[in-house]
């Protein structure tokens, strides 16, 4: 089965980034420690960073790229909660 490789952001892929950015946003509101929250985001920025350039330059299929935004959605869930729920 051949997957198709696309190397320029459709549709799909904006509405796929703003749901990502939509749940940052609200991962934003009242986090545990926001000084943290913030400093641990910056994870989340470079592995974003780093999505684009590598699907600029190599290109990835659409379900790859969704699975790669699933992983930063857990990562801004983790985040908002400092990865425990212990306080």
């Given at each position: 089965m051949n997957q198709i490789i696309d190397r320029q952001l459709t549709g799909k892929?904006?509405?796929?980034l703003a749901v990502l950015a939509g749940c940052i946003l609200v991962a934003s509101?009242?986090?545990l420690e926001f000084p943290s929250y913030l400093?641990?985001?910056?994870?989340?920025?470079?592995?974003?960073i780093t999505?684009?350039?590598?699907?600029?330059?190599?290109?990835?299929?659409?379900?790859?790229?969704?699975?790669?935004?699933?992983?930063?959605?857990i990562h801004v869930l983790g985040t908002h909660y400092l990865?425990?729920?212990a306080l």
């Open positions: 892929y904006w509405l796929s509101i009242s986090p400093l641990h985001q910056i994870g989340t920025v470079l592995m974003l999505l684009l350039i590598v699907f600029k330059k190599v290109g990835l299929n659409f379900a790859s790229f969704v699975a790669y935004l699933g992983f930063l959605l990865y425990s729920c």
